[in-house]
């Protein structure tokens, strides 16, 4: 591919036209992990959720009551347990697609048995980039977090410290808004870090100060960017959306849910083929979205990297930066 238009829009062609060209590889490994997520982690929920949701005894969907049963609460802990092993496999899937995107970027052929064996071998590897990640994003404002708690627990604990409780509460508030800040900020500064570590096989600090370099004085231009792809995005999708509600309208609407009966009601009319149809195409669609913002953030990410480079003098003083 050439290189990484100025212009986003130009950008964004050229991320469908990467795309397009290797929809196969670059679509396969993520469809496959939410397909057998879908089908192994659902089944899993549903088997837990329609077992004991009918041995609530009263008429109300009362939450906490329900915690009263162990079954229910070793339920929700294996649910909990079962999204974080989704989430962490998701890193290698992710490893995978971003460099089947670099190989495809540098009209490479796309290998899928290459890729695999990448990410297996990268995968302890980029831990450390993660950890940069969230040691940038998250380490302080988690800090203050847990010393905040440890003194609103004291608060409770000792009458003598009574004060403990107002003074750990507001450092835990200032702690989630420096997360906040944090998040918006340096998360956005930090978001092209395996980006970097992939493109350039290094999941070192120093690749990762590298990659958050290269946003400096981007800030604003890279929220800009991301609102008109999501935007963008959002038109497709509410579009193809509304087309599939038309043809497949059997859903299930959940703020209608007010007790028991209500559920048992939408179970007993519920029809699983217009379901399944319906969620397959919408998870589809949402899947191809999904990788073709991957696509765009490493265009966008080569062309902040040409941007950097032509700020420097000359091509030795951008190496010893590095």
């Known amino acids: 591919m050439t290189n990484p238009k100025k212009s986003v829009l130009d950008r964004i062609e050229q991320s ?4 397009k060209q290797n929809f196969v590889e670059l679509f396969l490994p993520i469809f496959l992990y939410k397909l057998i997520s879908i089908v192994l982690f659902g089944s899993i929920a549903a088997y837990y959720f329609f077992r004991n949701v009918w041995k609530i ?9 329900s915690l009263n049963d162990p079954f229910i609460v070793l339920s929700i802990a294996i649910g909990i347990f079962l999204f974080l092993l989704y989430l962490l496999l998701y890193i290698p ?26 990410w297996f071998s990268r995968f302890s590897d980029s831990m450390k980039t993660y950890w940069y990640i969230f040691s940038y994003v998250a380490l302080l404002p988690a ?6 708690g440890l ?12 004060s403990g409780k107002y003074i750990g509460g507001a450092i835990m508030v ?18 092209f870090s395996l980006f970097s570590a992939v493109d350039r096989d290094t999941f070192t600090k120093n690749n990762f100060l590298y990659s958050v370099s290269i946003t400096n004085k981007n800030w604003f231009r890279i929220i800009w960017n991301f609102i008109l792809v999501w935007f963008i995005i959002w038109l497709w999708t509410s579009f193809i959306s509304w087309a599939i509600w038309i043809f497949t309208p059997n859903s299930i609407d959940f703020d ?14 519920f029809s699983i083929i217009p379901y399944f149809i319906s969620t397959f195409f919408s998870s589809t669609i949402n899947i191809i979205w999904d990788v073709f913002v991957i696509v765009f ?5 080569k062309r902040l990297c040409i941007e950097k480079w032509e700020t420097h003098t000359n091509e030795t003083d951008f190496n010893q930066e590095l």
Not at 143 to 148: A, S, V
Not at 151 to 162: D, I, M, P, V
Not at 175 to 191: D, T
């Open 16 to 19: 469908f036209i990467l795309l």
């Open 174 to 191: 200032f702690s989630w808004v420096l997360f906040l800040v944090f998040a918006l900020y340096r998360g956005i500064k930090s978001s």
């Open 151 to 162: 003194l609103f627990n004291a608060g409770f604990y000792f009458s003598w410290f009574e």
């Open 143 to 148: 800090i203050i977090f847990i010393i905040g």
């Open 57 to 65: 005894s009263d008429n109300s969907l009362d939450f906490f009551s």
């Open 93 to 118: 899937i992710f490893l995978w697609l971003i460099h089947s995107i670099k190989q495809a970027y540098n009209w490479d052929v796309v290998t899928g048995k290459q890729n695999i064996l990448y």
């Open 297 to 301: 953030s490493y265009i966008f990410f």
């Open 256 to 269: 209608a849910v007010n007790s028991i009966d209500d559920l048992k009601a939408i179970w007993d009319s």
